[in-house]
């Protein structure tokens, strides 16, 4: 009963923050790419998805390694944390010397869309994302102890000062290493309090162990958790690097590119919130009630749709509005990404479903051949596309890319569970029907709200859709009482 407590608080502790980082962090986002425009918000994305590739490297699947062996024997944690800190520390050195070895080939063979400034800027973030992966090992340690409070007020008061100091600085500095001077401060905020807390509550000190027997060994262990972070990891910054290297004044197109891609993924923060209490469930159910597991997964699915799919019919009709009214003429080539970008937002939605279910089926190494599958689809079709159609073709690439990794998920799910297809399917039309029908009522509406301007009449329209959706979903029965009522409670939960 006390560990169910703890895995239920430490849940919430994280999902709270998570949401609130969430958040916070695209109305920063947001807020910059106002200020700023796309050439320098293009800068300022590549230089973090470069630099974020190499911090893959530098943890190696080390941390989630410390998290499992210190959970098993807390007793020799402090063992546990000098050995994986020396072996990281030797990842850091050689992931250090290879970025740097890296940009200046770039800057070599591509100088104009590789300046001598972007190589300074990612010198910087180099530094950003050297002190993220070392407090990224404290983390790990208060998740082994089931101590997570810790990392969920870190998260808040990091998220905190980036926004605060970022939001009050752009005013007066808008300049991309004034940016990278914000996350600066607030990784290193993050580190010293952790540095403070694993030494007064785990008792933990910054030595390392460093032998040749030891690194191997822990490289062993990682693999499969280091390979899976850089699959992850590639996914979701490869395209933003290719769009750099292969287009002329790339930073302009990433900036756009990266807009879209924004404005899609800040509403996962809806999909995560259900994964977060969707997980430990069909986890309970698949060993002991399959027939509950079955019908999680169905619901699961259908909340999923119930979510997605309406928003996706208002980001088509109003996709235009909101890049324009919430920022302006210099994103209009933000519009048609995103449209293409939202229309794949029903499959990003149902992969947490599919991917949390094989996961807790212990098939974590299919959702590992799942996502390398996807991104080599997505390497190749941006090498196809972008030259000849660039953002149009990378978010085409992603499109296809998240369609393709709910599909190869499906069938096994299905091997292991024998869903209904039949309730998936005659669920999805209703949710679909209702979701179309909004959209078309936004559609013809629209235009008589245009007197009292833009920003008022995209808040009616929004207005206006949530109200048709909710009478549509009672008319098509795509959402039950007793559905409402099982959501309801869930979320509460």
Known sequence: MADSFKIARNTTYLTIASIFQKILSFIYFAFLAKIIGSEALGQYQSVL??????????????????????????????????????????????????????????????????????????????????????????????????????????????????????????????????????????????????????????????TGTYTWNNFKGLMKIAIPFAITGIFVKLSGTIDIQMLKYMLANGNHYVGLYTLAFKLTFALTVLSGAFASSYFPSISYYIKYDIFRAKDTFE???????????????????????????????????????????????????????????????????????????????????????????????????????????????????????KFSWKNIMLKFIRLAVASIGMGLIVYFTQDYFAMVGNKWQLLISMIIGIISYIILLIITKGLTKQEFMNLRQALKK
């Open 299 to 417: 619901k699961g699915m259908a909340y999923m749709a119930l979510l997605s799919l309406p928003i996706t019919a208002g980001v088509l009709v109003l996709g235009d509005k909101i890049i324009l009214t919430v920022w302006d003429e210099r994103y209009f080539g933000s519009i048609l990404p995103l449209k293409i970008y939202i229309a794949s937002l029903l499959f990003i939605f149902l992969n947490y479903p599919v991917g949390n279910f094989l996961n807790a089926a212990n098939k974590q190494t299919l959702n590992t051949y799942n996502t390398g599958i996807t991104l080599l689809i997505n390497i190749v079709l941006n090498i196809l596309l972008i030259p000849k159609y660039n953002i149009i073709g990378a978010a085409i690439a992603a499109f296809i890319s998240n369609t393709v990794l709910v599909l190869l998920g499906l069938p096994w799910v299905y091997k292991l569970l």
């Open 49 to 206: 998805a470069f630099c974020g590739i190499f911090y893959i490297f530098m943890d190696f699947g080390l941390g989630a390694v410390l998290t499992r062996e210190a959970a098993k024997e807390e007793e020799q944690l402090p063992n546990y944390f000098r050995q994986i800190f020396g072996a990281k520390m030797i990842l850091i050195v050689v992931s250090v010397i290879s970025l740097v070895a890296t940009a200046n080939i770039l800057h070599y063979l591509k100088p104009n869309n590789y300046t001598a400034e972007d190589l300074f800027l990612i010198y910087v973030g180099t530094i950003v994302v050297l002190i993220d992966t070392l407090t990224y090992t404290f983390f790990c340690v208060f998740r082994a102890l089931k101590k997570m409070q810790y990392e969920a007020f870190n998260i808040v008061i990091y998220q905190g000062v980036i926004f605060c100091v970022g939001i009050f600085g752009l005013i007066y500095i808008q300049q991309v290493l004034f940016l990278l001077l914000v996350l600066m401060a607030g990784s290193l905020f993050s580190f010293i309090y952790f540095l403070i807390i694993v030494k007064k509550k785990a008792h933990l000190y910054l």
